[in-house]
């Protein structure tokens, strides 16, 4: 197929389609419900917590033979990012013969719709989950539905009815045999573009007359070079925050810089003693990868967010946000990550710990970017120990979050690490708490003087989620309880 300029190609259902012209921050909500007319897809909060909208956002596997599927808020995401990717809505899952999906089958005989408003976002999730254990095997369990639904609110039915069609539904592939040569036609370049006279030539997905445009880089050096031409450009991963920019402050970049075609920031590295995880790893994978080593940090990020979202949004992108209730943040402080930024071909390395300056304000320089997450993995005698708390379980802000790391040696805590978010404008380690226990044991250590070490550190400042009282309360008690437990485990050196 010919070339066409300014135009998001994508596979949907064994055809390609071109959307030419379309505005850079249209979402591939809109365009689904209003220029392919599939209604099927909902629009009910725009902000990516109800699941009304979820499709399934499909990459050729690594063997060249199969697809991967992503769920996806589509109200979030902007339709350039599907340039060179495959599209599944609710009215791909039925058969062409009109059979329906044995997830749909199974909602329609457990009488898991009633509005119906919210169920085609909650069969693309299921039809994800579906398709995954498909694929290995298996059947999905209880708890692995339950995740999966956390991005899905139904006010009527009470989930009983739809977690009883998901555990009916058998295990079953999305249908797409059609779709891979298709993907393949149409895949983004994996190398950098090189012009006659040996410049790096980034072409556009699409470019306004005003010369505004949405680029989807293939290489670390490419995004480097187009940020020294526009260093006011705005990244774009998981679309989790940009997404709600356009959305809700209807913002509209002049100059969006896509990383999801950047193999190099996709990448996990690993040695003997640590990860380097690459600034476009979503939260997903970031999750699995420390499971083992730290499971209360992947308990955390289990908490961030819907799997829609934990599957877009990156550990880069949270970091670079700055919000001052990100959750990620205080984990990566009490492990004493690090951060290799980067700007034009020259890269340094800043602790998580130095990166804040301010409120949403960082180190970063003018051009510059996070290429990649040092984290070091864990070694024999330390401890790690984190929980989010917030009021509801599953997808909601913290009130505050607390990490901490530690080691015990005869006795006595050593290397102590401690770090919040909520409790200042940006997250932040608090050093006078680290001071009040390191070189003590746990019987010398009061609730007094860690309420104490608290008000040092802080200043004492109410919120929308909590009251400060009720916040420093909290941050006293989780390291008590840290403490107490490291004891009672027996945790040494």
Known sequence: MTQVTNTVRFVLDGQIKEAVGVRRTTTVLDYVRESLHRTGTKEGCAEGDCGACVVLVGELAADGKTV???????????LPSLDGKSLKTVESLQSADGTLHPVQEAMVTCHGSQCGFCTPGIVMSLAGLSDTHAKCG???????????LQGNLCRCTGYKPIVDAALQASPTLIQDAADVALLKQIQRPTEATIGLDGQTVIQPVLRTKKGNEFVAPATIAEVAEYLLAHPKASLLAGSTEIGLHVNKQFSRPDHIVY??????????????????IGAAVSLTAVESLVASAYPDFAEVLRRFGSPPIRSTATLAGNIANGSPIGDSMPCLMALDAELILRKGDK??????????TGMKANALQSGEFIEAVVLRKATAGMAFRAHKVSKRFDQDISATC??????????????????YNGLSP????????????????????TAD???????????ARDGL?????????????????????????????
């Open 347 to 356: 890269t340094r390395k800043v602790s998580i710990n130095n990166f804040y």
């Open 259 to 276: 990383l999801g075609n950047v193999a190099e920031l996709k990448a996990i590295k690993e040695t003997a003693t640590h990860w380097t």
């Open 426 to 445: 940006y997250p932040m380690r608090a050093a006078k708490i680290e001071a009040a226990i390191e070189g003590k044991s746990a019987d010398q250590i």
């Open 449 to 459: 003087s860690i309420d104490d070490a608290i008000a040092a550190s802080f200043t």
């Open 138 to 148: 298996t059947c999905p369990s209880r708890t692995q539905i339950n995740d999966v």
């Open 68 to 78: 991967n599927y992503i769920p996806t808020n589509s109200c979030m995401q902007l």
């Open 402 to 419: 607390c990490a901490m790391s530690f080691e015990v040696a005869g006795g006595t805590f050593k290397n102590v690490r401690v770090a």
């Open 465 to 493: 989620r909590a009251t400060w009282a009720y916040r420093s309360l909290v941050a006293r008690n989780l390291v008590m309880q840290f403490l107490e437990e490291s004891t009672s485990e027996g945790v040494t050196a």
